[in-house]
Every structure is written in C-alpha cells, then in structure tokens.
C-alpha cells in the first residue's frame, strides 16, 4: 500500500485551495448533512484532508479522530485543530481497538481501490447501533446533465482530467450504485440523500459566489422595495433545501448505514 499512499500524496485537490468559495461552502451543507444524520458522541473522520470539515464538526461531538493518507493533508490538520488526534494511514491500514459512534468519509470512496471492501473495513470501527455515513460527488448532478447536453462532456458518468489527475478520482457514482455498494458491504440503508442543487460547473459558481453582484435587491436577487438580505446565504441556503428534494441532482448525494443485525 505503500505505492497507493504515495499516489495519493501527489493529487493537488484541497477544498481551502480549489474553488475555495464554493468548496468551503459546500463543505459547510455536508458538515451540516452529517450534523442532521449522526451527532453526538464519538467520530471517526475517514480522509479527513485539511481539516476544514473536521472543524465543522468538531463542535457536535465529544470526541474526534481524523485520518488521511496524506500527510501534506495532515499538516494543515494538525495545525487547525491541534487538540484533535490525527492519524497518517489509508483506511485499509489504519489499526485501532477504538470503536465509534460514528464514521464518515467525505468524498473518499471513489477514490479507492476496492470501494465495496473500504466498506466493510470502515464499518468494523463503529460501535453496536453507530452509524456510518459516505458522500460522493453525484455523477448524475443537473450541472454533468447539462454539460451532457451542450456536448462537453460525453456522459454523466465521465471521468474529466480533472477528476483524474488533479482530484484522483477512480469512479463516479449515483444513487442506485452507491446503495449497492452498501449491500454488498452488509449495511442496512438508513438514509440516502443528497447536498446542494448545482446547476453550474464548480468554476462558474465558485465565480459567481465570490464576485457576483449579491448586495441590495437588484440584479435578479429579493423584490424591489423589500428589506435586503444576505442573498448570497440565501441562494447556497435554498440550493441545499431544494437539494434535499431533489437529491438525484445534487452536486454530492450521500447514504447513511448501521451494520445489519444491530
């Protein structure tokens, strides 16, 4: 496994450095997914990264151990949260008598080697009743549908260079093949869902999160002659709501398991 960490040492992708704006932001709504479906007690941070979501959810439990196999990652890590163990490991390597109430991987699985097997290896850390929850970029996101449609992607299920070299994804992932991953790992489905209703690629909205025309109520944003609102929250705030309606279009989609039999 020696090979696989340093494979993943050398992928770019941080959420505080690429598309910072909207990265942080949807990691604020999937802080906020994990919050509604699991909180309290003890947390096992799966590819924790830089930390930045560990911080968010640092506060909602009562312990937290983050792991990743980057140690470039873990620098950062350590430096933002020094009271919070970190441990340099892939998760196929990672020994601990510790069990969790709770496990999360952020954007991890389709990264992985044997998706199906990181499963079954995550879920052996939980506690009796403790829940594990997954997220994945959604392959069939409205954004992938219309680039689909324009021609500049030729299915939803395409991997770009981006995805390949600068994030390092392996595959890509819906609902329906998520779930089955699941089953085959012997977790019972608790919750599936998804976060955040993207209609634009990653770049167009982080641009327009960070440079759009967001004060007063002109420019498309609130009634004329209505009391002004942080429009800019109010746009992210709706896309995560509606997302939760819609989670077949969702930027990131999500399930939410216990162990079968628990």
Request: contains cysteine; proline residues 3%; aromatic residues 8%.
């Amino acid at each position: 496994m020696t090979d696989e960490k340093e494979k993943q040492e050398g992928f770019a992708w941080e959420r505080g450095t690429h598309y910072a704006t909207y990265g942080v932001i949807l990691g604020k709504f999937i802080a906020q997914s994990i919050i509604e479906n699991t909180s309290g007690g003890s947390l096992l941070d799966l590819a924790c990264g830089d930390g930045t979501l560990t911080k968010m959810l640092a506060p909602h439990f009562d312990r937290v151990v983050g792991v990743d196999a980057a140690a470039s990652h873990l620098e950062k890590a350590k430096a933002l949260l020094p009271d919070v163990e970190f441990h340099h490991a892939l998760i196929e390597e990672l020994e601990t008598e510790e069990r969790f109430d709770a496990v999360t991987m952020v954007c991890l699985l389709e990264h992985v080697i044997n998706p199906v097997e990181v499963l079954k290896q995550s879920a052996a850390f939980l506690k009796p009743e403790g829940r594990i929850m997954v997220h994945v970029p959604n392959a069939h996101a409205i954004n992938r549908r219309i680039a689909v449609e324009m021609g500049t992607l030729e299915s939803m299920e395409e991997l770009t260079p981006f995805d390949l070299d600068v994030i390092g994804h392996r595959r890509s992932y819906t609902l329906d093949t998520l779930a089955a991953e699941f089953e085959a790992a012997g977790l019972e489905l608790l919750q599936t869902g998804g976060v955040f209703y993207k209609m634009l690629s990653s770049p167009q909205l982080d641009w327009l999160l960070a440079e759009g025309k967001w004060e007063g109520n002109e420019f498309g944003w609130g009634r004329v002659g209505a009391e002004p609102k942080d429009w800019r929250h109010e746009f992210c705030r709706s896309c995560y709501e509606i997302g939760k309606e819609r989670p077949e279009d969702t930027n990131v989609i999500f399930a939410c398991a216990r162990r079968k039999g628990e």
